[in-house]
């Protein structure tokens, strides 16, 4: 599925990004009463000060790990689509946890929540990693249909019996200040949720590249019957990843409440997931890549949230650089209209 | 309640419909949810603004396939990942409606312009006095009796014709039909058009019938017309079968809401629609299983 040829893989990136440029600064350009304005706040905002700067690296942070989830599951040839579900169900049910047993010490509550988020969304996305493997249901669908059934049943959580407060804000009741992980540039939102990041990938990285799970992980991505054949359990495989896929969603959840927003609001993860996606996408097969994608992806956002300050389109603008990263992220060469191109009818190989 | 689950399944049926030809020439649509989006977003616009229900549809369907039109260029001619392109189709059609709707309408919420628009209902006149039969089968919108001969036509062409035939080996064996001198791609190309045409189709069905534009009109649909593809294992009749299942699930939902909207909660029946495609696409594909484990 994804390129491994170098010179398609900066063709298809370099497409990519440069169309979601172009296509970002049209629709400021139509959108905004002024668009000179809006245009340089696009691409200096997210530098402009250190708050802005530091909720840029802040966001970048947890795309590195939506990232992992999704290329976790990309280098075995799985389809997470999933991960909109499984971060906000991590994101409430660290909030959860932390406001039912709010009498543990800091670092203790911290890592038992990680843990529960992680738990939690771990087992909704092995779900579809246990029906694949046994009935052979696509992961691809029921994974999007189980995230698609728990993001209301969410909502319903914080907008119901978890309110907290009046306001229009559909909020949660905050977490103890015991559990808020350490700010790293104040006024911004960055924090420790950053390092915690960068540890992630790097533990990863290795897992990936230089392990034997990593290697076999991969084979399954490129022919799961040869992986059959050589002797790799790939149900295991399909099982475990899924669940590991899931659990890194619901990790980079949790790191958002404890990091940022120290409590769980309707709605707030949405598009972490598909960001996560765009990210392993542009990242291709390296690992290591998903550090500068993940920037990238982080300072697009902030660049389209600097630019429409005040009106409240960054959520559709954000979905349009998503939609055409994806439209341009997989696609090899343009080739002319000779549709008697031999070998590309398996469209799910690696 | 009869009569009101067949209309509701009308947009489900034709929807997959079109999918079932994209999933039988190997090139599974999975865009279904954002052409749904822009047939309705379209269909009510230009029915509203030009007084033709028949404009309207064809302006549904048109911006469908343009957006289909995309999707083949990206997966076909650009050899990008179907599933990948698909999705940005979804999010194309997400993010763009809103843009468009404040722009021209004003609101990124409920569009519904002062005269009303509802699709001609055909066979009004006949009964025969007994009224579960004629719930079933008289006095439907247009799109019901539509959908029923897209169904038997979809069945016609795929068993029946030369080209149904090749789009089927084009799922199967792209090598095979170049052997035999075809081009699969061609297939794969026609059935992204239809699946968006069918989508468009869909879509003006729903927003023609609800006789506004809500946001999130698709609501899923595309997701669940996609999973009826699958309950119906893949032939034109089962998914009839598929569809009106769903119209039934969904009018049932749509009941237990009011009933329960009374009561003060009402957000997590949101997830209704998916609980039930997500249960009855395993259920699908547990049949399968067994099926293929007794061949």
Same mark, same amino acid.
């Given at each position: ?11 298809s ?24 304005g ?45 991960g ?61 249909l ?95 990843v ?9 990790l ?25 996606l ?35 389109f960054?959520?559709?603008i ?33 | ?23 039988r ?58 599933f ?19 722009? $021209? ?19 009004a006149?006949?009964?025969?006095g ?26 016609? $062409? ?17 090598? $095979? ?36 534009? =809500?946001?999130? =009109? ?18 034109? $009749? ?20 009011? =009933? ?36």
């Amino acid at each position: 599925m994804l390129s491994r040829k170098p010179s398609e893989s900066l063709f298809s990136v370099g497409l990519a990004v440069g169309a979601a440029l172009v296509c970002a600064v049209g629709i400021i350009a139509v959108f905004s009463s002024d668009p000179a304005g809006a245009l340089r706040s696009f691409f200096l905002g997210p530098f402009a000060n250190r708050y802005a700067a530091g909720n840029m690296l802040n966001t970048a942070g947890l795309f590195i790990v939506t990232g992992l989830a999704a290329a976790a599951a990309f280098q075995t040839g799985l389809f997470n689509l999933g991960g909109e579900g499984q971060v906000y169900a991590g994101a409430a049910a660290c909030t959860l946890f932390l406001l039912r047993f709010d009498g543990l010490p800091g670092p203790a509550g911290i890592i038992l929540a990680l843990l529960c988020a992680a738990i939690c969304s771990a087992f909704i996305a092995g779900i579809s990693g246990v029906l694949k493997r046994c009935f052979d249901t696509d992961e691809l669908i029921s994974s999007f249909l189980f995230s698609g059934a728990l993001i209301p049943v969410i909502d319903y959580l914080i907008s119901g019996p978890f309110r907290y407060g009046a306001g229009n804000l559909l909020s949660t009741a905050k977490i103890k200040p015991a559990f808020h992980l350490a700010e790293l540039l104040p006024p911004s939102h960055m924090n420790s949720s950053f390092i915690i990041a960068l540890l992630l990938l790097f533990v990863f990285s290795l897992l990936f590249r230089r392990t034997l799970p990593g290697y076999e992980m991969k084979i399954i991505g490129l022919n799961r019957e040869f992986a059959r054949y050589g002797g790799i359990n790939v149900g295991l495989y399909t099982v475990t990843v899924m669940m590991l896929s899931g659990a890194l969603h619901g990790l980079s959840g949790s790191l958002f409440v404890l990091g940022t927003h120290h409590a769980a609001i309707s709605g707030f993860t949405a598009g972490m997931g598909w960001n996560g996606l765009a990210v392993a996408l542009i990242a291709k097969t390296k690992p290591v890549f998903i550090l500068p994608a993940a920037f990238l992806i982080a300072y697009l956002e902030a660049g389209a949230r600097a630019a429409l300050l005040g009106s409240d389109f960054s959520l559709q603008i954000n979905m349009i650089i998503q939609s055409i990263i994806f439209f341009f992220i997989t696609v090899t060469a343009f080739k002319k209209f000779s549709f008697l191109r031999p070998g590309k009818g398996e469209h799910r190989a690696l | 309640m009869l009569f009101n689950s067949i209309e509701i399944s009308a947009p489900f049926l034709i929807a997959a419909l079109g999918a079932l030809l994209t999933e039988r020439a190997g090139v599974l649509n999975i865009a279904l949810e954002g052409l749904i989006l822009i047939g309705a977003f379209f269909a009510y616009a230009v029915s509203a603004a030009s007084g033709s229900i028949l404009l309207g549809v064809a302006a549904g369907c048109g911006a469908a396939v343009l957006l289909s039109t995309v999707l083949s260029l990206f997966s076909l001619r650009g050899g990008a990942n179907i599933f990948i392109a698909g999705l940005a189709a979804n999010l194309a059609a997400a993010g763009i409606i809103p843009l468009l709707s404040e722009r $021209f309408y004003g609101t990124k919420g409920v569009i519904k312009l002062v005269t009303s628009f509802k699709p001609p209902r055909l066979l009004a006149d006949l009964n025969t006095g007994v009224s579960f039969i004629d719930d079933i089968f008289f006095g439907h919108s247009l799109f019901v009796y539509g959908a029923l001969l897209l169904t038997v036509i979809t069945h016609l $062409f795929l068993n029946n014709t030369r080209a149904g035939l090749r789009m089927r080996a084009a799922g199967i064996s792209r090598e $095979f039909l170049r052997s035999r001198g075809v081009c699969a791609g061609h297939y794969q190309w026609a059935a992204l058009l239809l699946s968006g045409a069918a989508c468009g189709l869909a879509g003006a069905a729903l927003s023609l019938r609800l006789g506004a534009f =809500v946001p999130n =009109v698709s609501g899923g649909r595309g997701w669940i017309a996609l999973v009826v593809v699958f309950i119906g294992f893949r032939r034109p $009749f089962g998914i009839l079968a598929g569809a009106l299942l769903f119209g039934f699930a969904e009018n049932f939902t749509g009941y237990l809401q009011q =009933v329960l909207q009374g009561s003060g909660s009402g957000t997590w029946l949101w997830s209704v629609p998916y609980l039930l495609t997500a249960a009855a696409f395993v259920g699908a594909s547990v049949i399968q299983k067994r099926r293929e484990a007794g061949q």
